[in-house]
């Protein structure tokens, strides 16, 4: 049996996955992609919701919970698909989540493997115990459970995914997950989480103390400007993928990158200053950056 709260917080996060405007591609997708992409974008966004917003007493139990139902749906398919061997179960036991439950269709037509969709909430675990990151190689290790397994399962919606393809998407994802760590530096801090490398707040002269201040000194945002050109390294690097495809996978991905640049220029164009405010990229620099991304395929 799901717990209600599961049940609850799964429902809320696909009402807000219908109604959000999930990255560029709901308003210019045809149907199906549209579909799919916001029955992964519940998903994701019930674990995040599980993971952060619950009482964090009741966390790990969710996190259980929507992982069983996880274990549910793939039961059945292919075993290429699952992680592991079909678990024991009544026959015909399905999936009680409804966001879990929404992910079938999309599963089955797709054939996303069950790695992906498990990867993300152990990304979501690994927020319940880890507020800090040693050295930026750790937090890219953790890019790779938070952000690549989403753009992995995109190549899957559009049936473009090779493992050239998987290497430029991870570039990307990770260039991503950093845009949204650097935007939301003062808010993780309230909630106890920094994501900035240690070694590299040790290297600007930055201690703990200084997240706390209204606006980011001098060292913060000198730290800050290093972090974005980093990010946006990888962005380029990553984005090579949007040359790589025709149709409705270059308009989703070019929409991606584009978001991501467009991210990196609101902190640039705020001087840095992650602690005022979360800077959010304006909508005429997003239609700019996701027009150049897309006719010159990078």
Not at 215 to 224: I, N, T
Request: hydrophobic share 45%; aromatic share 6%.
């Amino acid at each position: 049996m799901v717990s209600p709260s599961a049940e609850a917080i799964g429902s809320a996060a696909a009402a807000q996955a219908s109604g959000e405007n999930f990255p560029v591609a709901l308003r210019l997708l045809p149907g199906r992609y549209r579909r799919r992409l916001a029955a992964v974008y519940g998903f994701a966004r019930a674990v995040d919701d599980m993971g952060d917003e619950a009482p964090p007493a009741e966390r790990a139990q969710l996190l259980d919970a929507l992982e069983a139902d996880l274990g549910r749906l793939y039961q059945f398919q292919d075993p290429v698909l699952r992680e592991g061997p079909a678990e024991d179960g009544p026959p015909g036991a399905a999936p009680q989540i409804g966001v879990v439950r929404a992910l079938a269709t999309v599963v089955g037509e797709c054939a996303i493997p069950q790695q992906v969709f498990a990867d993300l909430i152990r990304a979501n675990r690994q927020d319940q115990v880890v507020s800090r990151y040693p050295a930026f190689s750790d937090l890219v290790a953790y890019c790779r459970l938070s952000a690549n397994p989403v753009g992995r399962i995109v190549l899957h919606v559009f049936g473009v995914d090779t493992p050239e393809r998987r290497i430029l998407s991870d570039r990307v994802c990770t260039a991503l997950q950093l845009a949204e760590h650097w935007q939301d530096v003062a808010e993780d801090f309230r909630a106890g989480r920094i994501y900035l490398p240690a070694e590299d707040m040790e290297r600007f002269g930055c201690a703990e103390s200084d997240l706390a201040a209204p606006s980011a000194g001098p060292r913060l945002r000198a730290l800050m400007a290093f972090e974005v050109e980093r990010a946006r390294q990888l962005l380029d690097d990553g984005a090579p993928l949007v040359g790589n495809l025709h149709g409705s996978a270059r308009v989703a991905v070019a929409g991606y990158v584009a978001g991501g640049r467009a991210a990196l220029a609101a902190i640039t164009g705020a001087g840095h200053d992650v602690l005022r405010a979360t800077h959010k990229p304006r909508r005429g620099r997003l239609a700019r950056e996701m027009l150049r991304a897309y006719a010159a395929g990078r």
